[in-house]
């Protein structure tokens, strides 16, 4: 049974996520502050968070980069200010999904289901190790996040800031297709001034690096007219 973490301060809102989540099964722990869910996402396994952005103690945006600095489990961030989705996306902490309140219950445990099947899909494929964080691993790709450094075939490249977390947001969500928009707002500042072009510059620099052979890319392929995929 999948185990989920609920972190939400408004009590009424936290059992009707609760309720729903245990009529479909799930086991469902809930905890009302900010603190006391980072502590409960440390000390015990979960298989998903439900995280609401505003809460007393630390707020969802802390509660999440810490959450992430050990652990790759779905994180559904919920906020009541539609504004708020822009700002998680831009500060790429690493939320899976975002929800703006109110919300139906039956949305939640949809996306609930959607994203536990993800998750599991890639930690069976390989791509996500459950335990560390730290190295996406895909064929002879090898992306350490921590160092920030970049391997093809055990050979170190170097890759700049933007290509590289460029990179690693690709290799994060194979096989989604992205247009060059949403990789440009979510990897470059979303106050930056700029243009798609960018996004074409560095995934063609990014393929100079890691493609054996450009025309016929073995990770970043070229879906023509919409953006760009990691094959997994
Ligand atoms: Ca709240």
């Known amino acids: 049974m999948s185990k989920i973490l609920i972190i939400e301060d ?5 059992d009707l996520e609760k309720d729903y989540l245990e009529l479909s099964d799930f086991e469902v ?7 006391s869910g980072l ?3 440390q000390s015990e396994s979960f298989d998903l968070i439900v995280l609401d952005l505003m809460l007393p103690e630390m707020d969802g945006f802390e509660v999440c980069r810490q959450v992430r600095q050990t652990q790759n489990i779905p994180i559904i961030m919920v906020s009541a200010k539609k504004d708020d989705i822009d700002k998680i996306r831009g500060l790429g902490l690493g939320a899976d999904d ?3 309140k109110p919300f139906s219950p039956s949305e939640l445990v949809a996306r609930v289901k959607a994203h536990l099947s993800r998750y599991e899909r890639l930690v069976g494929a390989g791509v996500i190790n459950k335990s560390e964080n730290d190295t996406v691993e895909i064929r002879g790709l090898r992306i350490d996040k921590t160092a920030r450094r970049v391997f093809i075939e055990g050979e ?5 800031t933007k290509e590289f977390d460029l990179l690693t947001f690709l290799a994060e969500n194979p096989n989604h297709v992205f247009t060059k928009e949403e990789l440009f707002r979510e990897i470059w500042d979303m106050e930056s001034i700029g243009d798609i ?3 074409t510059v560095h995934i063609k620099k990014i393929r100079e690096k890691i493609e054996k052979d450009n025309s016929k ?9 919409v953006g760009y995929r990691f094959k997994v």
């Open 29 to 35: 722990a809930v905890c009302n502050t900010g603190l």
């Open 39 to 41: 502590q409960k996402a």
């Open 156 to 160: 170190e490249k170097i890759f700049t």
């Open 10 to 14: 408004e009590t009424d809102i936290a």
């Open 217 to 225: 890319p073995d990770y970043i392929e070229t879906i023509w007219g």
């Open 197 to 199: 072009a960018t996004v």
């Open 98 to 100: 975002y929800m703006t």
